[in-house]
Antibody, heavy 120, light 110 residues
């Protein structure tokens, strides 16, 4: 069974940094691209960033470009999101999602999310 | 960035009736479109990919159609467990283009 477990969320002040992690199991991690998708409270889904199977292709939403960095460690079956210069509008539930191909396509399945709250 | 627009924002339907949800892309995404269902407090679940292919375990009452810029998700006979929010997502030409979601359609009980 595929499992994706996010961690690292919490309350952080504006301008500070936070690093999210996603531990993956139940599949061959380095065969698939991986993504972060967020959902602000009461709002819709927003794709944040994605990384191909070998880290050779990376993409970001315009809203986080230059502030967030995605990475993966295939030896540890883990996905990361380094979030710098956090803003109030980054407050959201952050989901880790497995792609169905080595490069960006659709997401299946998703983790349960980790909540990031940016507030002073 | 490709903008995905879903309509209507809310759809009120009686159990057993048909629901038709629309998703429009600001430019052609070919058939590179997926649909997800999200229930309160849960992560989204994949329903459809490639615009019309049902994901594993998805009931046949869910069907997707369309290509280019116009897409439709149809639920042929709504069951109680189908009342949820539905999102479309395009995945055309990543990473040259960002992946984007529509704003969602909430299907509620009439």
């Amino acid at each position: 069974e595929v499992q994706l477990v996010e961690s690292g969320g919490g309350l952080v002040q504006p301008g500070r940094s936070l690093r999210l992690s996603c531990a993956a199991s139940g599949f061959t991690f380095d065969d698939y691209a991986m993504h972060w998708v967020r959902q602000a409270p009461g709002k819709g889904l927003e794709w944040v960033s994605g990384i191909s199977w070998n880290s050779g292709s990376i993409g970001y939403a315009d809203s986080v470009k230059g502030r967030f960095t995605i990475s993966r460690d295939n030896a540890k079956n883990s996905l990361y999101l380094q979030m710098n210069s956090l803003r109030a509008e980054d407050t959201a539930l952050y989901y880790c999602a497995k792609d169905t191909a080595p490069y960006g396509t659709w997401f299946d399945p998703w983790g349960q999310g980790t909540l990031v709250t940016v507030s002073s | 960035e490709i903008v995905m627009t879903q309509s209507p924002a809310t759809l009120s339907v009686s159990p057993g009736e048909r629901a038709t949800l629309s998703c429009r892309a600001s430019q052609s995404v070919s058939s590179n479109l997926a649909w997800y269902q999200q229930k309160p407090g849960q992560a989204p679940r994949l329903l459809i990919y490639g615009a019309s292919t049902r994901a594993t375990g998805i009931p046949a009452r869910f069907s997707g159609s369309g290509s280019g810029t116009e897409f439709t998700l149809t639920i042929s006979s709504l069951q109680s467990e189908d009342f949820a929010v539905y999102y479309c997502q395009q995945y055309n030409n990543w990473p040259l283009a960002a992946l984007t979601f529509g704003g969602g359609t909430k299907v509620e009980i009439k």
